[in-house]
């Protein structure tokens, strides 16, 4: 199984990145997808997940508003949409892909919920 996360890069305050992770080797469309991201010297934190269906999606707080998951299932992808950046939003992106199927959001936000993990990209927000 790979995923593979892509579309980081520099941007400043107040721009957009769009981040796609595309999967192989495992059933996409029968994977709830995640995005996570950590910071340097901070613990790595839940960002967004979406369901196996598409029809569930769950953010953290702190990005509700600014970023969406989506995804599609005939590409084995799934983006996170990254809007109104600000430097605190600077960390290395994950994605990663659960097997569960969760009706509330709490699973979801738990690291060990997750069967696979990609290699991460690097967003980086200037001031």
């Known amino acids: 199984v790979q995923l593979q996360a892509s579309g980081g890069g520099l941007v400043q305050a107040g721009g957009s990145l769009r981040l796609p992770c595309a999967a192989s080797g495992l059933t996409f469309s029968s994977y709830s997808m995640g995005w996570f991201r950590q910071a340097p010297g901070k613990e790595r934190e839940f960002v967004a997940a979406i369901s196996w269906s598409g029809y569930d999606t769950y953010y953290a707080e702190s990005v509700k508003g600014r970023f969406t998951i989506s995804r599609d299932n005939a590409k084995n992808t799934v983006y996170l949409q990254m809007n109104s950046l600000k430097p605190e939003d600077t960390a290395v992106y994950y994605c990663?892909?659960?097997?569960?199927?969760?009706?509330?959001?709490?699973?979801?936000?738990?690291?060990?919920?997750?069967?696979?993990w990609g290699q991460g990209t690097q967003v980086t927000v200037s001031s």
């Open positions: 990663a892909a659960t097997s569960g199927r969760y009706s509330v959001s709490y699973p979801y936000t738990q690291n060990h919920r997750y069967d696979y």
